[in-house]
């Protein structure tokens, strides 16, 4: 083997002579790929739809008591599992909240599910916001919460992860918004997703196909219900959570004033359905099927 | 009277019912103009309804998630002056026009039933809990059109159809839209199996399935096929892999509103009942008396769904017979 070790041995040493050269292009790449990813995610704390939800006098929704919209655990998971997949990469999940005083619970539940942080805006010129004021003032939180973190392995790309909808507006039209404000991509209603070196696939259905979907950071992603089973805090997670911190801002803090949000809808007037009540209850002895069908005539529903 | 533009995020062969829907909740505002994003072929055939004057295409078709169909959409505002841009409440109709009441700084309204000739807009909110009326805050000087999307299924087919009649084909303006490049990237498209039923969203008739089919929703389809009725269920019945998911119907799938909405084996929990409550009449069949379904049901049998559904398809039969 003597003759041929020598061309190895020259090769070695040319590499010698550049290596800081190479081992700086070497880097590069690995910076490239492992870039900081700082995943904020929305939360938001709503009435619970198991109980009776209301409007007040003023046509807003009741929003005196609540919960963290069970829509938004989804994306909170699909940040984590994202994070848990890429142990070698500077991975920040961040919950911002907006709502009133009572809000702080949703971004504390959003602690103890695995978030490393959280923000709340709080402000009560938010008070009556509607899809376009909600989005002004998240593009701006987003914005503010993206500049204030600080990451040690480079510049970081952001992305945005929300649910399909929030569940007592059920727009779901604030992710397109957020993300035409930001100047970010938008994709909606994930049902799968996989995490690249610098881009995001997306599964989703749209319309009348199914579609896998590629998309590149900066991004504003919706998932939907299917995506994943979020995960519940144990006894741990809900003790380390304390620890971690909990941010209120106001919207002077992130540059914005009240006719900033000043919303473009108004609601008018609102009225509550009488509730429906329970019809003819029959047990069946053998003869219900026809029973329906007479129903049904008799309703003209044929 | 004013300018309305309807928005199309894709056109197929014929329109569909949701379709002429917002064609006709348009056509009782002012003159329609039509933009579409994704199209085969010449479209203007389809969009030969009286009242629809202008038609508004891109270069190639766009389908959606396409970020250059609020290109369109935007210039198409300009071209028509509209002082209203309607589309349906579906993902990617609504991540459009959410793009467009941005650009346009205006006001969105998601979810409509109807719109008044004063651009006045009544929705249900809260799963059907309560009807609410809204309207932009401008509304008495408007500088920007006001940007609403639809629920199917609030105007009765036969109206549609006195309102939506065959008409000369409009005049079309290809605009100079063109896809965006890299960003947002379909890498896959498969079409999903087009059902001969009635979809689920806009049907007039749904019935619907879960748990207590134990799996078989072979009664169930013989009766909605019997009835002309979509195909509907619980998520307990989608979880298990039983149905497809976008049978879904609940507050996390699909909400429906039909006149008859029949709800067999469904125990009826608040996230079903939010997606079906303000249905005209609802029929619920389940083995368990105290199933919550039984408090919103018009009519209610406690019984097998697998000996009652079979009976009633008998009876149905014998009576066109």
Redesign the interface.
Same mark, same amino acid.
């Given at each position: 083997m003597g003759p041929a070790a020598l061309p190895e041995i020259a090769i070695h040493a040319t590499m010698d002579i550049s290596d800081t050269a190479q081992i700086s292009r070497v880097r590069r790449e690995h910076h490239m790929v492992n870039a900081p990813l700082h995943i904020i995610t929305l939360v938001k704390w709503v009435p619970d739809a198991q109980l009776e939800r209301r409007y007040n006098a003023e046509g807003r929704i009741d929003r005196s008591e609540g919960v963290l919209s069970e829509l938004d655990e989804y994306p909170l998971e699909a940040a984590l599992q994202i994070k848990e997949a890429a142990p070698d990469r500077e991975i920040r999940v961040t919950a911002l909240t907006m709502g009133p005083a009572g809000a702080s619970t949703a971004a504390k539940k959003a602690l103890q599910i695995g978030a490393d942080d959280a923000y709340q805006l709080t402000d009560d010129d938010l008070i009556g916001a509607d899809i376009w004021a909600t989005s002004v003032a998240l593009k701006a939180a987003v914005e503010t919460v993206t500049g204030a973190a600080e990451f040690d392995s480079g510049e970081p790309e952001y992305l945005v992860l929300t649910g399909m909808a929030s569940e007592e507006g059920e727009s779901g039209a604030l992710p397109a918004q957020l993300a035409e404000r930001l100047g970010a991509h938008v994709v909606t209603y994930a049902t799968g997703l996989d995490f690249e070196a610098e881009r995001l696939v997306v599964t989703r259905s749209g319309g009348t196909e199914s579609q896998r979907v590629a998309v590149t950071m900066p991004a504003v992603v919706s998932v939907t219900d299917q995506v994943n089973d979020p995960r519940y805090p144990n006894f741990k997670a809900i003790m380390a959570a304390k620890k971690k911190p909990l941010t209120r801002f106001t919207l002077a803090d992130v540059g914005l004033q009240r006719e900033h949000v000043e919303p473009k809808v108004r609601v008018v007037t609102t009225q509550a359905r009488p509730p429906r009540t329970a019809g003819e209850i029959i047990t069946d002895e053998g003869d219900a099927g026809v029973k329906i069908v007479e129903f049904l005539a008799k309703e003209r529903l044929l | 009277m004013s300018n309305v533009l309807v928005f199309f995020? /894709?056109l197929g062969e014929a329109l569909t019912p949701a379709q002429k829907e917002l064609i006709a909740q348009a056509a009782a505002l002012g003159e329609v103009h039509i933009a579409v994003a994704a199209y085969d072929g010449d479209p203007t055939p389809v969009l030969a309804v009286n009242g629809v004057q202008e038609v508004y295409l891109p270069e190639v078709s766009l389908?959606?998630?396409e970020?250059a169909i609020?290109d369109l959409l935007e210039t198409s505002v300009a071209e028509s002056g509209a002082l209203v841009v309607l589309g349906s409440s579906?993902?990617?109709a609504?991540?459009?026009?959410?793009?467009l009441?941005?650009?346009l700084?205006?006001?969105?309204?998601?979810?409509a039933g109807s719109i008044s000739a004063d651009l006045?807009v009544t929705k249900?909110?809260?799963?059907?809990?309560?009807?609410?009326?809204?309207?932009?805050?401008?509304a008495a000087t408007p500088a920007q059109p006001l940007v609403v999307?639809f629920k199917p299924n609030n105007i009765d087919p036969q109206r549609v159809a006195t309102l939506v009649t065959d008409g000369e084909q409009p005049e079309v303006n290809v605009l100079p839209v063109r896809p965006s490049v890299?960003?947002?990237?379909?890498?896959?498209?498969?079409?999903?199996e @087009?059902s001969a039923r009635p979809a689920l969203a806009e049907a007039r008739?749904v019935v619907a399935g879960g748990r207590g089919t134990d799996g078989d929703f072979t009664p169930l389809e013989e009766l909605a096929d019997e009835?002309g009725a979509g195909l509907g269920a619980s998520r307990a019945a989608t979880d298990a892999g039983w149905i497809e998911?976008?049978a879904q119907v609940g507050?996390?799938g699909v909400t429906v509103s039909p006149?008859?909405y029949i709800s067999a084996g469904i125990s009826g929990a @608040?996230?079903q009942r939010?997606g079906m409550?303000t249905a005209g009449?609802?029929?619920a069949?389940n083995k368990d /008396?105290d199933a919550q379904v039984?408090?919103?049901?018009?009519?209610? @049998?406690?019984?097998?769904l697998h000996?009652?559904?079979?009976?009633?398809? /008998? /009876?149905?039969r014998r009576?066109k017979g």
């Open positions: - | 995020d /894709e389908p959606a998630p970020v609020v579906t993902a990617d609504t991540d459009a026009l959410a793009r009441a941005v650009r700084d205006t006001g969105l309204i998601c979810g006045v249900s909110e809260l799963a059907g809990s309560y009807t609410t009326t809204s309207q932009l805050v401008s999307t890299g960003g947002v990237q379909i890498e896959e498209r498969t079409a999903m @087009v008739i009835l998911h976008a507050q996390t006149q008859l @608040v996230h939010a409550q009449t609802i029929v069949i /008396e039984f408090e919103i049901a018009d009519f209610g @049998v406690v019984g097998d000996e009652v559904i079979p009976q009633m398809i /008998e /009876e149905l009576r």
